[in-house]
Each structure stands twice: as C-alpha cells, then as structure tokens.
C-alpha cells in the first residue's frame, strides 16, 4: 500500500522560531510536493522537487525553502515562523513523466501548525 | 488569478438523494481534471479524473461531467450517503505541469 507519511501531525511554535516539516514517501516517486490548506483558499502549492536535489517554487515560496538530499524524503522549512503560516501542511507524491488518467498525487494526512 | 473556481463553500443533501458539486475553470489549456475528497485530520484522497477529450467519466455512485465551452465540470454523487459527508476538491493541470486546486466545497450528506 501506498505511504506518504508526514513526521508531525500536531505542532504549535512561537513567531521567529524555525519550523521543520518532515515528510518521507515509500513509492520511489520522483516528484514531491508541498502544499497549505487554507480555509476558501484550497490547497496552494508551496514548492515541488521533481528530482533529488532539485526544488522550484510553487505559488506562495514566501517565507518557506525546501530540502530534497534524498529521493524519499521532502522536508519544508519556515526559517522564523510567522502567524500568517499558521495552517495545514500537506505532503505530496507522484511518479514523474506523463500524467495518467487516475489520481496523481498521494498525499500525506497532513501537520496542523500553529504559530503563536 | 484563481484558475479553478468551486462557488459553492458548502452543500448539504439528504441522505439517498443526488449530490452535485460544481466546478470553474478558466484556463483552456488543462488537460485533464481530477477530483480529491478529504476528511478532517487526514490528507486528501483521489476520487476521480476526467481527460479534457471525454464529457463523461463514471465510477460506481461517482460520475464526472466536463463542458469544455462553458469551462465548467461537475461531480454527481449518486446516492449520497453519509459517509460522503467531507470536503470535495476540484483541480486542473497541463500535462508535464503542477495541479491547480479549487477552494473546495463541503459536503454534508443528512440522514
């Protein structure tokens, strides 16, 4: 069975503190993603790694950079967390190439972080 | 500049009865739509997808309508049941490029 599995389902930081998100795939998928839910907002694309090593910026990089030093693992860092990054955290997976006509991405369930 | 558009925060409908969640797009390039539903504390699960070349696209009580020139898809659940009861997102993408999700509808299935 598939896993995306995100280190943190719960954490609570102070403003100015740096935040890891942790977030390891079992599936060898190339493709990595990272994403925030927001209330009317949906889910925005934070970064996207298509390979090690390599990162590009989704919709709102603000405030956030990534790390991919290994295929299975996409962590996502808020140098000094701030309020307005108080939300859900979701990881993301897929094979790389062509897209197919089935459910593309495999999400992680998700960190709830709160910045006080 | 919101690509996928769901009007509708919320749907409420009874149990057994047909749920219809709409979606907007206005980008004319994607190539294909998908469906995610998700429940509260977990991450979002595939539905169903449709290619931008089929109108119709149908798996057990789900069924995916797409109206390329109007730019408009819908998700037709049929029977609602109460276990359906999450939060629907809609998201479009080009082929070889990143999803675009909607903001979500919240489905409540009433029994």
């Known amino acids: 069975d598939v896993k995306v599995t995100q280190s943190s389902r719960y954490l609570v930081k102070r403003t100015g503190e740096k935040v890891f998100l942790e977030c390891v795939q079992d599936m060898d998928h190339e493709n990595m993603f990272w994403y925030r839910q927001d209330p009317g907002l949906g889910l925005r694309l934070i970064y996207f790694?298509?390979?090690?090593?390599?990162?590009e910026k989704g919709d709102i990089p603000e405030g956030y950079s990534v790390s991919r030093e290994k295929k299975e693992r996409f962590s996502l860092i808020l140098e000094s967390a701030s309020t307005n990054q108080t939300s859900m955290y979701l990881c993301?997976?897929?094979?790389?190439?062509?897209?197919?006509?089935?459910?593309?991405?495999?999400f992680g369930e998700g960190s709830r972080l709160t910045v006080l | 500049d919101q690509q996928v558009k769901q009007n509708s925060p919320s749907l409420s409908v009874q149990e057994g009865r047909i749920s219809i969640l709409n979606c907007d797009y206005t980008?004319?390039?994607?190539?294909?739509f998908l469906w995610y539903k998700k429940y509260p504390a977990e991450g979002p699960t595939f539905l169903i997808s449709?290619?931008?070349?089929?109108d119709k696209n149908e798996d057990g009580r789900f069924t995916v309508f797409l109206n390329k020139s109007a730019k408009h898809l819908s998700l037709h659940i049929v029977p609602s049941q109460p276990g359906d009861s999450a939060v629907y997102f809609c998201a479009g993408g080009e082929y070889g490029n990143k999803l675009v999700f909607g903001a979500g509808t919240i489905l409540r299935v009433k029994s």
């Open positions: 449709i290619s931008s070349i089929k």
């Open positions: 993301a997976s897929k094979v790389a190439g062509e897209v197919i006509y089935t459910g593309e991405l495999f």
């Open positions: 790694s298509y390979d090690v090593k390599m990162k």
């Open positions: 980008n004319s390039m994607f190539d294909y």
